[in-house]
């Protein structure tokens, strides 16, 4: 029932900061944990950062760990993802989904269109 939007994405160049939002309706959104993955030409989808529900356990993969930092307004009903210092590894369509609390790494929500995120060096 609940549904995930992501956007934000854009072309910046290396060093640079963007922002992205993944807004949710449908159900409350500080009932779940959410996650972002990133895929980018030629490479599986992978995790970058989750947040559970309460904001009480939070991930990094070590390639954004430093750089990335993941938070959620409950009352908006959206969860952000500021990337910092980026890099053209970073480059990727963006998505954002439901997971489950005892392993982020397994989402179980529907895929949405995903958000394109391009850095330039």
């Known amino acids: 029932q609940v549904h995930l939007v992501e956007s934000g994405g854009r072309i910046v160049q290396a060093g640079g900061s963007l922002r992205l939002s993944c807004a949710a309706s449908?159900?409350?959104?500080?009932?779940?944990?959410v996650g972002w993955f990133r895929q980018a030409p030629g490479k599986e989808r992978e995790l970058v950062a989750a947040?559970?529900?309460?904001?009480?356990?939070?991930y990094y993969a070590n390639s954004v760990k430093g750089r990335f930092n993941v938070s959620r307004d409950n009352a908006k009903n959206t969860m952000y993802l500021q990337m910092n210092s980026v890099k053209p590894e970073d480059t990727a369509v963006y998505y954002c989904?439901?997971?489950?609390?005892?392993?982020?790494?397994?989402?179980?929500?529907?895929w949405g269109q995903g958000t394109q995120v391009t850095v330039s060096s």
């Open positions: 989904n439901t997971v489950y609390d005892s392993d982020f790494e397994k989402p179980f929500g529907s």
């Open positions: 449908g159900r409350p959104f500080g009932d779940y944990a």
């Open positions: 947040l559970s529900g309460t904001g009480r356990s939070i």
